[in-house]
């Protein structure tokens, strides 16, 4: 499997930027903290895990330099207040915005339960929605930057998967909008849709049809790209688009799917 790497410790990208990564504590947040980090950034974790956020904020600290750790629940205005609050105090800017914080839960053939689509939404939209708002004066004081973390099923239909999908659409809906009110004020607003990604959420799926073997065998089988991603791969998207290189780039939803959005295969390609 081709994977990005997190670049050497030294860079200086985003020497004096502050990033916020909320659900950084683990997966695909973690990789995006560490891959920013490590071009100059000042980290804040945002996660509800305080022993695993604290334990990465300070490996981060000591390998890259600046990073703290916040309690976080991103369905909480008050907590998320407080959180961008602390940030504030501490670093007095955020220039970047990642709101990677994301939740799927199991539905059965009827669709999720009401319970698990409040949940959904509540992480999912509602999160990002929060932090977008409480961050947004910060952010555009400084010409910053926002990326959502979506998800391919925002792009596409996803049988079986109608509340996470419909949840996920709801983030790129915002993206896109924000985007189109702010662009002219300097902010940039973009989503990344990743297809399956070596995380603890994509192994807690494949456990339900078997797995890791047969998870991982699906996956590949139903993915031009016969792969999935690294978590690695997604934070060098995230840097990207937090970059100034990506100056002109906004209410974007880039797809990091292996081709799995492009369209349908021929159905001898499929290997299932």
Not at 61 to 66: E, P
Request: net charge negative; proline share 4%; with cysteine.
């Amino acid at each position: 499997m081709t994977t990005a790497k997190t670049p050497e410790h030294g860079g200086a990208e985003f020497q004096d930027r502050t990033a916020v990564i909320t659900g950084g504590a683990t997966g695909m947040g973690l990789a995006i903290a560490r891959n920013l980090g490590a071009r100059g950034a000042s980290i804040v974790i945002a996660s509800r895990d305080r022993a695993r956020g604290e334990k990465e904020a300070e490996d981060l600290r000591r390998t890259y330099g600046a990073c703290i750790f916040v309690r976080t629940d991103v369905t909480s205005r008050d907590s998320v207040e407080t959180t961008v609050g602390a940030v504030i105090e501490h670093f007095g800017s955020i220039e970047i915005l990642v709101n990677n914080s994301g939740l799927e839960t199991q539905e059965g053939p009827e669709g999720p339960s009401e319970h698990d689509w409040d949940r959904m939404f509540a992480v999912n939209a509602k999160g990002t929605w929060l932090c977008c708002k409480s961050a947004l004066p910060h952010l555009l004081r400084v010409r910053g930057v926002i990326i959502n973390n979506a998800s391919m099923a925002a792009l596409v239909g996803v049988a079986g998967s109608a509340g996470y999908a419909a949840s996920k659409a709801a983030v790129v809906s915002l993206t896109r909008s924000l985007a189109l009110a702010y662009a002219d004020q300097g902010l940039r607003v973009n989503a990344i849709c990743p297809g399956p990604v070596e995380t603890q959420m994509t192994y807690d799926e494949w456990d339900l049809v078997g797995g890791a073997d047969e998870g991982r065998r699906r996956a590949f089988g139903v993915c031009p790209a016969r792969r999935i991603a690294s978590p690695d791969e997604i934070a060098e998207l995230v840097a990207y688009l937090a970059s100034d290189r990506a100056a002109f780039i906004t209410g974007a939803a880039v797809p990091i799917d292996g081709g799995k959005t492009s369209g349908l295969m021929p159905v001898e390609r499929y290997r299932w």
